[in-house]
């Protein structure tokens, strides 16, 4: 091969790299400045947030014993205070249960009746698979028009942002108590900058949640039993 078509092979490698790189970081900065815009002035501390007829606590892991864990714990206690206070009057417990042997929303049921809450003010979601499939369930499936949208700090703007974009009038309260688990920590808000973007795509394309369903009256019920 001549050194010519060689160096302008080498050329058009570069400019398609560079082309790229600048594109993925166009579409990143862009959903980062959405997430930001939609979520701005709507997230507060638990307790300075506006009073709403449900919490929607939002799924993470749980152990192999059936116990959340510490993020999730914590995320719980948050919902939970907000009911004892009359902030909310009844919780919505998102996640994935996809497979039978795990059980998020289950496991967050068993705990906050564990920690005191009427199972009455209970309202389950199991397939909550991700952020945008539990605000879109939450809206279409559950009935849910207003909500404070319980996650950690990290992931506030985003769950804010994806609900209110399924017409839920949303406010969020983050939690960064569990920033002693200095490495998960990290891991999460190091995915958390990736996940920025598959939202955005979610909001354009509106897809359907994994499992839609016929529409459900557990929340309308467990406020109704306040």
């Excluded at 914590?74 to 919780?91: F, N, Q, Y």
């Excluded at 990736?194 to 509106?206: H, R």
């Excluded at 839609?212 to 306040?226: K, N």
């Amino acid at each position: 091969m001549p050194i010519i078509t060689r160096r302008r092979l080498l050329r058009l490698t570069i400019l398609a790299t560079v082309a790229s790189v600048a594109l993925g970081g166009l579409t990143w900065g862009g959903s980062e400045l959405w997430v930001q815009a939609a979520a701005r002035g709507h997230v507060y501390s638990e307790a300075d947030v506006p009073a709403a007829p449900v919490a929607l606590v939002l799924g993470a892991e749980v152990y192999a014993d059936g116990q959340p864990s510490p993020f999730l714990a914590a995320r719980l206690d948050i919902a939970r205070r907000l009911l004892d206070a009359g902030k909310v009057k009844a919780i919505l417990v998102s996640g994935d249960h996809g497979r039978w042997e795990y059980d998020e929303p289950g496991s967050m049921e068993v705990y906050l009746i564990a920690h005191g809450v009427p199972a009455s003010r209970i309202a389950i979601d199991y397939a909550g698979f991700d952020t945008y499939d539990s605000c879109a369930r939450a809206s279409r499936v559950f009935g849910v028009r207003q909500a404070v949208v319980v996650t950690q700090t990290y992931h506030i703007d985003r769950a804010v942002a994806l609900c209110r974009s399924q017409g839920v009038e949303a406010t969020g309260v983050g939690d960064d108590t569990v920033k002693i688990y200095q490495e998960p920590w990290r891991n999460s808000v190091v995915r958390e900058r990736g996940a920025v973007v598959k939202a955005a795509a979610d909001v354009i394309t509106q897809r359907d949640p994994v499992f839609l369903g016929r529409q459900e009256t557990t929340v309308h019920d467990a406020v109704a039993a306040s």
